[in-house]
């Protein structure tokens, strides 16, 4: 089934009771991530239904209580074995809600526990367009349209189309600076990531899932609104940041942080959304695009500071190797 | 005027549009971190209102598209002059929604675009329970128990009644272990903080405020849950934690993180809400206190650090000092 129709199935079953009231995104680390911009997308353009945004365990310890008939749980497990996603899907099966589970892995513990599930593309030659990000977006795009109609749907779709070629051109944009980036960077023990909007999991996940995780480098994601009261103090001219410039309606507070970080830094990376050719996408929704270029051309960053620190992105203290 | 009485002369100027239907906790910085119990106590309490928690510029550029007539804004800003909060707040009031500011300083920006003010408790004799986190809560709580109702209401009263006595006691419990950690940590370049629940912001606050703002050390605000999912890979005898252990439901997940910090990390200061006396506070409602708890007892060991560092916590490169 596409994800269109999972959306339409749910709703159809759900219409004696009022349709679909409450969405919540469930996940944890990088799966949770990738749900950011499909929750500020609900939480922006929606007018009836409610949005959460859920570490798993954090979902099941602390269950929202309007939890329900008018309820859906979309949840993304990679591997489709992570133990608090797979009890947070169950917890909401048994109770007879709507789990749609995202999973590259078929047959896993994950899909066992869901209403539905679907496959996303993951790897070297990944189509973006059906990667775990797109694919939740695209779940929350259609619920809103389906319940309550949505002008922009035809523009979204039409983002859909031009995202994979967009950040294919972009990541081959960015070689160059990214070995240099790599090493610049590679003696460093903190590098904070920047970033706002619907692309600021963007930023959450490079912060967690590669500086922290699989580089060891000590990291957080600051929200370029929130830098100018607490986090810009730590600013002088040692102190890295990778900073992502969105296109869309958060773009001048990036801007603004950028300002700052020209006068009273000097160790930053840009990126920014326009220079990556995101802006041939409809301007009404481009900002709901913004994650996935940017998590997908940190990836080229990922690789060559990767090689240039000799620590490669597999490397593990914990993961896979003690229990926890 | 109360801010009891403030909720019920709002939802009865509502009442002919349906009440109030969503609420916005809109700030900066620390302002911002103080609502978060407020928001998360209506996002799992309330089964018909609708909450977000925003960066005032965030609100601005990226206002959700329900803000309308049966919308609240709830902002706070201390001398009631940040500038997006002011704007947040004028934007809210010319399209006629109610907005409520919580400040410190009466006759200030902020009150002159606000349809309610309520000024706070601040400063070293301060009452605990007229503080902005339980203003904030107190909001939440009113909005909830006359839009819906509240079984725990009294229970919630019963904890205002009880967290001042609770939090100054525990300011003296933990003076010399803060003296201890003024003098083991002062020369680190990272302290993160860990937390969980309603309790979060106060570990997000932490990180942001003191840490990066006011100490210049790096640092993030590491969710509990979320740890197990990238963060616990920087995990080593070298790297220092502050962590949360709440009291309510997600304590279970602050203890795992606890136990893994025992079994590979070496170097962690815990504040435990039950050994800081938290529980004679109703279990119904006591998650919603640990907010307060934690973000006064960090301000023992605060003091106690900027003193061994001789770094005062006034000292700031650009706040007051530069524009931006």
């Given at each position: 089934m596409t994800v269109k129709e999972i959306i339409s199935e749910i709703i159809k079953k759900k219409k004696g009771d009022g349709g679909i009231k409450e969405v919540y995104f469930v996940g944890c680390g990088g799966s949770l991530g990738a749900f950011y911009p499909a929750k500020v997308?609900?939480?922006?353009?929606?007018v009836s239904i409610r949005t959460g945004w859920y570490n798993s365990n954090e979902f099941i310890h602390n269950t929202p209580k309007v939890f329900g008939k008018n309820t859906v749980v979309i949840t993304a497990s990679h591997r489709g074995n992570t133990p608090e996603t797979v009890k947070a899907a169950e917890l909401a099966h048994k109770a007879g809600i709507s789990v749609v589970a995202l999973t590259w892995s078929q047959?896993?513990?994950?899909?066992?526990?869901?209403?539905?599930?679907?496959?996303?593309?993951?790897?070297?030659d990944k189509d973006i367009a059906q990667e775990k990000t797109i694919v939740g977006l695209m779940a929350a795009v259609e619920i809103l349209n389906q319940s309550e109609g949505?002008?922009?749907y035809d523009d979204f779709l039409d983002g859909v189309k031009k995202i994979d070629g967009i950040v294919k051109q972009a990541r081959k944009h960015v070689e160059k600076r990214a070995e240099a980036?790599?090493?610049e960077y590679k003696n460093d023990k903190v590098i904070y990531t920047m970033?706002?909007?619907?692309?600021?999991?963007?930023?959450?996940?490079?912060?967690?899932c590669i500086f922290m995780e699989m580089q060891w480098i000590n990291s957080s994601s600051i929200h370029t609104g929130?830098?100018?009261?607490?986090?810009?103090?730590?600013?002088d001219s040692?102190?890295?940041?990778?900073?992502?410039?969105s296109e869309g309606p958060t773009r001048e507070l990036d801007v603004r942080a950028l300002?700052?970080?020209?006068?009273?830094?000097?160790?930053?990376e840009v990126l920014d959304a326009k220079d990556l050719g995101l802006s041939t996408i409809p301007a009404s929704v481009i900002s709901y695009f913004n994650h996935s270029l940017f998590n997908n051309v940190y990836d080229v960053y990922n690789h060559a500071l990767a090689d240039s620190r000799q620590h490669p992105l597999s490397t593990r203290r914990y993961m896979w190797k003690v229990e926890y």
């Open positions: 997308f609900l939480e922006t353009e929606s047959d896993s513990p994950i899909t066992k526990v869901s209403d539905y599930v679907v496959s996303y593309s993951f790897g070297d949505y002008d922009n980036f790599a090493e970033g706002s909007g619907a692309g600021y999991g963007a930023a959450y996940m490079e912060s967690i929130e830098y100018f009261h607490g986090p810009f103090e730590i600013t040692q102190s890295p940041f990778m900073i992502q410039i300002e700052f970080l020209k006068k009273y830094g000097k160790r930053f």
